[in-house]
């Protein structure tokens, strides 16, 4: 069974407006606190159901791409001080890396060029 990218979508929007509009609440602290442990699990190196498919050229594009934007999000919240390497929250050159070899590389091998020839995520865009 594949584990679908967008609850990580949801988590990782919500970990990143909630780390910059609330950075010290307290009320909000024990739910941060789980919602980090979670996506201090997830990086590259992560073995999860359906994490094949993310190498699989052929294998649902969409869900690559909701992926990316999760991670793009991450990229875009405040790093814990107990981020492991590895994870997408300490890893931040090669999240970007990894957003940017999945917007123009993987997904595009696997429905063609044609769409995406104005998606191209440079050095400045994520």
């Not at 590259?44 to 699989?56: F, T």
């Not at 999760?70 to 929250?89: F, Q």
């Not at 050159?93 to 091998?109: I, K, Q």
Request: one cysteine or more; charged letters at 20%.
């Amino acid at each position: 069974m594949k584990e679908s990218p967008f609850p990580f979508l949801g988590i990782a929007h919500a970990y990143r407006f909630a780390s910059r509009t609330f950075p010290s609440n307290e009320a909000l602290a024990p739910t941060m606190a789980r919602v980090e442990t979670w996506l201090l699990a997830r990086g590259p190196g992560e073995q999860r159901p359906g994490h094949d498919c993310y190498s699989d050229p052929d294998c649902w594009v969409n869900w690559k791409l909701v992926r990316a934007l999760a991670v793009a999000e991450l990229l875009d919240a405040p790093p814990p001080g107990n981020a492991p390497a590895g994870s997408w929250l300490a890893d931040r050159a090669g999240g970007r890396e990894w957003v940017r070899e999945t917007v123009n590389t993987r997904a595009p091998s696997a429905v063609g060029p044609q769409p995406f020839t104005t998606w191209a995520v440079g050095a400045g865009g994520v």
